[in-house]
């Protein structure tokens, strides 16, 4: 089954209203791709302008975090309703700064997958382990946990809408990247995993990001491993390479 690539920017605590939507103008023609989705996952206060920039283009937008409830006491946070009303398609949950900075855990990352299916979003799920896990050779169990619990409950016409971001943490803004083949044999697993928690039409339809590093010097290679359909892409997006990753 041919799965439609990603291509998703996430642009982390980085650019002001102003910057973003500069950046977004020059990222315009370079990203032009009919067979990608190209998506820009922004800090919430750009969430709007850029919307706004992006209309008449390929470019969908995602936001980089949301609260599981619709309203209320919940000082800082903003809903999933209110970023469905601001034009967002997409949201990451389960990052790996998120799990290790904010104390985010599978529970509540499990709700955030229930709640972006329920609110009309499209979760880009984040998993992948640290260094020290890496070097125990426990790096697929550490996965395979986080993926069944951020998955239960979630049912397989929802997972076949799901992006899942495999985002080894020692390659997390470190410029070091995992090898094409380290990345493909987790993404296979991840999809093989998926296969034994629903069936093979559902691991057949998710899509796996790589993510962790990816930039145009590397997009290619990993891009061509059959289990990886996309990449989540941090410094890298906030650049003209991002074209570049876009269209490898
Ligand atoms: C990175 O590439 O640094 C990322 O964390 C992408 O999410």
Redesign the pocket.
């Known amino acids: 089954m041919a799965r439609r690539r990603i291509i998703a920017g996430?642009w982390?605590m980085n650019m002001t209203p102003s910057e973003a939507v500069k950046l977004v103008a020059e990222l315009k023609d370079l990203v032009k791709n009919d067979d990608v989705d190209v998506v820009y996952c922004v800090p919430a206060i750009d969430i709007v302008p850029v919307v706004e920039a992006v209309k008449g283009t390929n470019v969908n937008v995602g936001a980089e975090n949301f609260y599981i409830e619709d309203k209320g006491a919940f000082t800082g946070e903003i809903s999933a309703p209110m970023l469905v009303d601001a034009g967002v398609k997409y949201v990451?949950m389960g990052?790996?700064?998120r799990r290790d900075i904010f104390g985010e855990n599978d529970i509540l990352i499990n709700a955030k997958v229930k709640k972006a299916f329920a609110a009309g979003l499209k979760p880009i799920l984040?998993c992948g382990e640290s260094l020290a896990l890496r070097k125990a050779g426990t790096y697929k169990e550490w996965i395979e946990r986080q993926i069944t619990w951020d998955l239960d409950g979630v049912t397989a016409d929802q997972v076949k809408n799901l992006v899942i971001?495999y985002?080894p943490i020692w390659?997390?803004?470190t410029g070091e990247t995992a090898t094409a083949d380290q990345a493909q044999e987790v993404c296979g697993f991840i999809r093989e995993l998926i296969a034994k928690l629903y069936d093979d039409a559902t691991a057949q339809a998710v899509r796996i990001q790589y993510?962790?590093?990816?930039n145009a010097g590397n997009a290619a290679e990993l891009l061509s491993k059959p289990d990886i359909d996309g990449g989540?892409?941090?410094?890298a997006s906030l650049k003209p390479d991002f074209g570049k990753i876009v269209n490898a």
Do not use: D, R
């Not at 989540?232 to 410094?235: S, T, V």
């Open positions: 996430n982390k990451i990052h790996s700064e984040c971001a985002e390659a997390i803004g993510g962790g590093s990816m989540l892409i941090g410094g």
